[in-house]
């Protein structure tokens, strides 16, 4: 009997252990709404709960990925202990100033300001223009005569202008319309230079979006940045480097998309299955390393730079065109 009693004993203290040294992580993010008008409000709120050995801090808000929206205010990390285990929160306010579709990337969740214990969701949200009402249940009303009564007129005597008071109210009111009309004038010049200098600047960004790309490559190669322990700054290049190359190459403003976003504005371009995998698979891979601190192999690293070198050189428009036209000119001289 004492023998039972002392493998029940053993039993419980090892469930007990078990039981204090397995409590998971729990995250929970929530947003008041999914709709603001712009300009409005929007709380965050953010519930992190945990064991008691655990002290967690939430990630620098600097470093937060926010798409159309802004942080205006972080209240303080609150500690509290419910049912034996710590529970942290945190309201985050939000507003946007641009209609559309909004989000807040995952915020990691980290232990000792290092050790990652987890991430947040994406939160959507959408920003609405302010609506205007008109009543048309009203029905439109007369307009009133006025009142009967005493009517006065009321004479201002009129004034004498010389002729020279004339002449000087002539030229200042000349003078005026002149600096009037030059001021349109030369605000229709200027925004007509600026806007033809930006397409300039556009036209040359895609003539040379290819050159571009891969010189920044070459540089992004000769940093070793992989190599001497940067894996997250290495993709965020990388992955960089990509979205301006695809913003000058078709005109997608790739550098403020997510990777979903881009995915389906390219897919309706002439770009092959092969080439979306490996641009996919990068984009991929630096999305973990940046958010979720992933630490690709070496291996995996010099493939997605090979990669994005291939890319860039088989969906060069430059490139496409010179062996259309060597097409062309061969097609040419064999009908003669």
């Known amino acids: 009997m004492l023998k039972y009693r002392f493998l029940a004993l053993l039993f419980s203290l090892f469930l007990s252990f078990n039981l204090g040294w397995a409590q998971p992580i729990s995250i929970h993010s ?13 709380k965050m709120h953010l519930t ?8 967690i801090t939430v990630q620098d808000v600097q470093t937060w990925k926010l798409l ?15 049912k ?12 946007s100033f641009d209609a559309g579709a909004a989000s807040v990337c995952p915020i990691s969740i980290l232990e000792n300001d290092s050790l990652l214990l987890g991430v947040t969701d994406t939160m959507h949200f959408n920003v ?8 048309t249940a009203q029905l439109f009303k007369d307009i009133k005569m006025p009142l009967q009564g005493e009517k006065i007129a009321v004479v201002t005597p009129a004034k004498d202008f010389s002729k020279i008071q004339k002449i000087v ?46 010189t920044d490559l070459n540089e992004l190669k000769k940093k070793k940045l992989w190599q001497n322990g940067f894996v997250k700054d290495y993709y965020s290049e990388l992955s960089m480097v990509l979205r301006t190359y695809i913003d000058n190459q078709w005109d997608i403003n790739a550098k403020e998309m997510v990777t979903s976003q881009i995915f389906d504005e390219i897919t309706s371009l002439d770009i092959t299955d092969d080439q979306l995998k490996e641009l ?7 999305d973990l390393a940046k958010y979720a601190k992933e630490q690709p192999i070496g291996e995996d690293n010099e493939t997605n730079l090979k990669n994005a070198y291939r890319f860039v050189k088989s969906t060069d428009s430059n490139e496409k065109r010179k062996k259309a036209e060597e097409i062309q000119q061969k097609h040419y001289k064999n009908k003669k």
């Open 30 to 42: 929530r947003l008041d709404s999914t709709h603001i008008v712009i300009g409005d409000h929007l």
């Open 48 to 55: 992190i709960s945990t064991d008691l050995a655990k002290k």
């Open 68 to 82: 159309n929206c802004e942080v205006v205010e972080v209240s303080p990390l609150v500690q509290a202990v419910s």
């Open 84 to 95: 034996g285990k710590n529970v942290y929160s945190q309201t985050i306010t939000l507003t």
């Open 128 to 135: 609405d223009t302010l609506p205007v009402f008109v009543d």
């Open 169 to 214: 109210a002539i030229i200042f009111g000349s003078l005026l319309l002149l600096a009037v009309g030059g001021f349109f004038v030369w605000k229709y010049v200027r925004k007509f230079l600026k806007e033809k200098k930006l397409q300039e600047d556009k036209n040359r960004r895609k003539e040379n979006a290819a050159s571009l790309a891969l």
């Open 280 to 286: 996919h698979r990068i984009f991929t891979m630096s």
